[in-house]
């Protein structure tokens, strides 16, 4: 059988699914997730999903090849459609931009049930998640940082609770709950990030705009790692 072991990124979401929650893995690709899970015994049940044909099949494949057809069903779906009346308790996004798996969420109203978790691991556009996770009322639990071949992953676990929240442009960026002292990780993002801005606000003085919305985030990535030190 095969013996499937994920890399840092999907580490990272795997963490945060609950043991012997029921799962579905949408965008599975392959089923790496699901597939990890039951042979850790987290899970005993999965739907590992996918909108494209060929992604099912690797996800059919790599099923069998583990042994685990019995617990793990492969359905071809957009999202999260159809599956509203399964019972499922946990949800795994991972590998695709913010805004898609944003737009996946705001499609299935039922996810909005507070036993139900999100565990999303935006590929781009983290910003964009996080505004749409505060604006629809769902709470962030919690975030972690992955590092795979030199590129930095959020996973970001959310459930909803119904009362709708504002974060700020730095909490958007970087998240709802930073550590009093950041993570070499975290650190990294916010080096990037203010190298990026830089380059931005030149751009706008260059254009004669003030550039002000990114300045006011230099600004207070710079206080952040200041008042961390
Ligand atoms: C880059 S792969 C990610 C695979 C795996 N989840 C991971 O993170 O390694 C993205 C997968 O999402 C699927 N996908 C894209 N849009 C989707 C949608 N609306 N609903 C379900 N799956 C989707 C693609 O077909 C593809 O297999």
């Known amino acids: 059988?095969?013996?499937?072991?994920?890399?840092?990124?999907?580490?990272?979401?795997?963490?945060?699914?609950?043991?012997?929650?029921?799962?579905?893995?949408?965008?599975?690709?392959?089923?790496?997730?699901?597939?990890?899970?039951?042979?850790?015994?987290?899970?005993?049940r999965a739907l590992a999903c996918d909108i494209a044909e060929g992604p099912c099949l690797r996800a059919q494949k790599t099923i069998k090849s583990a042994g685990l057809t019995e617990q793990i069903t492969v359905v071809q779906t957009d999202g999260l459609q159809g599956l509203e009346d399964k019972g499922i308790s946990d949800i795994t996004i991972c590998g695709m931009g913010g805004e898609l798996i944003a737009s996946i969420l705001e499609k299935a109203p039922f996810i909005r049930d507070k036993n139900i978790r999100l565990i999303l691991l935006p590929m781009t556009k983290v910003a964009a998640l996080r505004l749409f996770l505060s604006e629809n009322g769902f709470l962030i639990e919690g975030e972690t940082l992955s590092s795979v071949s030199g590129k930095i992953y959020t996973c970001i676990c959310a459930s909803f609770e119904g009362t709708p929240y504002t974060l700020s442009p730095f909490a958007l960026e970087f998240g709802a709950h930073l550590p009093a002292s950041p993570s070499p990780l975290l650190k990294t993002l916010m080096e990037k990030k203010k190298r990026d801005l830089k380059k931005r606000i030149e751009g706008a003085k260059k254009a004669g705009k003030d550039g002000e919305k990114d300045t006011l985030l230099l600004n207070e990535i710079e206080r952040y790692l200041y008042d961390c030190r």
Request: charged fraction near 20%; include cysteine; aromatic fraction near 10%.
């Open 1 to 44: 059988m095969t013996k499937i072991r994920p890399d840092s990124r999907l580490l990272s979401a795997s963490a945060y699914v609950r043991q012997g929650g029921f799962l579905a893995d949408i965008g599975t690709d392959h089923a790496y997730l699901p597939v990890y899970l039951c042979q850790e015994g987290i899970i005993s």
